[in-house]
């Protein structure tokens, strides 16, 4: 048979050791045998078909962070190997052995209760820790995102992770409360003297489907955001996206060298200690990195694109203070619930000063989200910034009823200082700042005119 090999779904769950061993057996009678295990993957090598028996045990000694040939480790396969099991690979805690179906080896435990034990203090309490550490940081997302903040609506990913989030939770929280039924009936059944029931292949299979389909599809509803984000707006993905990879692979290489290459449970520190340096020495010159890609790889244009409502400063002033333009800067974006929303600036040289004006605008699919984008967007401007955990230039928002009656707009609020208004019509939201007159007529006139006549109802 040629030599060759195929990767599956692993998928099992820790407590689902022992149906693993009826998959391992069926994959063997159809001329597959496991050559490694991975924590959703598995490769198998192509065999002749053979009647196998397989054996997983729970070997204490082991862990996540734990080398995989440790001189514990040696030993133990080499008992196992005694009583007739032939060793195959390792995951952690679980040790994977095979036999001869015909062959009559020694069962590796024979004391089951202590066997259960065993499976309470690692694997059981292994897996429980990590559904519940998932579970908090998908509470601690929400307490992020709810009440809904405006600049989610901003982006796809944005959008995607305010309405699938909480459905991820979901699953993970099925899982959890699977596992301590689980405890809590092995606990039961240890206090009648009786055997924990293991899973069979049919409820492990069943309980991977519940876990990782709905995962899966947000998973894949999420990449599909992220790359919509990338094409819109690049900078974004680089500053927020790129540290994320590069943290999960040094953390998957730390894991690795230490499965791999470490010998004793001392080298793990050696280790820890060495990505620690690495972080130190490339944290600078990450941040570089990404303030220059911030920087230069953007979507940030030097001309407004058509298409989108834009006034400018000699626009506002009907063309009295033309000047001379000396910078201009224009990012678009958009979302499924913000389907056209955008960031212009310019400066100008009048007469030898420099005076400028900043425009957002957003216009979403619907005045409700319009309104939320309204209240983010004063608020923010109320709160100020956060800098070494104090708030700098707060502002004091008003709003004005006579005003709002004049623009005949929904909502209206400006700074005190009279320098920055923000404006909701219909679906559309303006917030404006700079050195005009807002109580102008003709620069109302103009600004009504220009950006928020679109969708307006009154």
């Known amino acids: 048979m040629k030599n060759k090999s195929k990767y599956v779904f692993w998928g099992f769950f820790s407590l689902d050791y022992k149906a693993m061993e009826a998959y391992l057996e069926d994959m063997a009678s159809k001329g597959w045998m496991l050559e490694k295990v991975g924590r959703m993957t598995a490769r198998f090598k192509a065999i002749e078909p053979l009647n196998l028996k397989f054996y997983v045990d729970v070997f204490k000694e082991g862990g996540p962070l734990t080398p995989e040939n440790t001189r514990e480790a040696q030993e133990y396969r080499s008992l196992c190997q005694e009583s007739g099991w032939n060793y195959i690979a390792s995951q952690d805690y679980l040790q994977f052995f095979y036999a001869q179906a015909d062959q009559d080896p020694v069962p590796i435990q024979t004391d089951q209760a202590l066997e259960q034990k065993i ?42 992770a305010t309405f699938l989030f909480p459905l991820m939770g979901l699953p993970v929280l099925l899982i959890t409360i699977y596992d301590l039924v ?63 990879i590069a ?17 004793e449970r001392n080298d793990v520190v050696q280790y820890v200690a060495i990505v620690i340096i690495i972080f130190l020495f490339l944290g600078p010159i990450t941040t570089s990195s990404l303030t220059w890609m911030d920087r230069n790889l953007t979507n940030r244009k030097d001309i407004i694109p058509e298409g989108y409502p834009v006034v400018t400063l000699y626009d506002l002033t009907g063309g009295a203070k033309q000047g001379t333009l000396t910078s201009r800067e224009f990012r678009p974006g958009m979302s499924p619930l913000t389907p056209k929303h955008y960031n212009y600036w310019e400066t100008r040289d009048i007469d030898g000063k420099t005076e400028g004006i900043r425009i957002n605008y957003y216009k979403t699919i619907n005045p ?72 102008k007529r003709e620069i109302r006139d103009t600004i009504i005119n220009k950006l928020l006549s679109d969708d307006y109802r009154r």
């Open 247 to 263: 943290g999960i692979s040094i953390g998957l290489g730390l894991r690795y060298m230490i499965k791999k290459r470490a010998t």
């Open 368 to 439: 409700y989200f319009a309104e939320i984008v309204f209240n983010g967007v004063t608020e923010r401007l109320e709160r100020g910034i956060k800098w070494r955990g104090e708030y700098l230039l707060t502002k004091t928002i008003i709003t004005n009823d006579d005003m709002k009656n004049l623009w005949n707009v929904d909502n209206l609020a400006l700074t005190e200082e009279r320098d920055e208004i923000i404006l909701r019509r219909g679906n559309i939201v303006v917030h404006l700042e700079g050195d005009v007159d807002f109580e």
């Open 182 to 244: 689980w405890m809590l009936r092995a606990r039961r059944s240890i206090k009648k003297g009786l055997f924990i029931e293991k899973p069979t292949l049919k409820a492990a299979k069943r309980r991977i489907r519940s876990f990782y389909v709905p995962v899966s599809i947000i998973a894949f509803i999420y990449l599909l955001a992220v790359i919509a984000d990338a094409f819109f707006m690049p900078n974004i993905i680089l500053v927020s996206i790129l540290p994320a």
């Open 119 to 160: 499976v309470r203090s690692t694997l059981w309490k292994h897996e429980l820790l990590g559904f519940l550490f998932t579970l908090v940081f998908l509470v601690y997302l929400l307490a992020k995102l709810y009440p809904l903040n405006h600049t989610f609506l901003l982006s796809f990913t944005g959008v995607t």
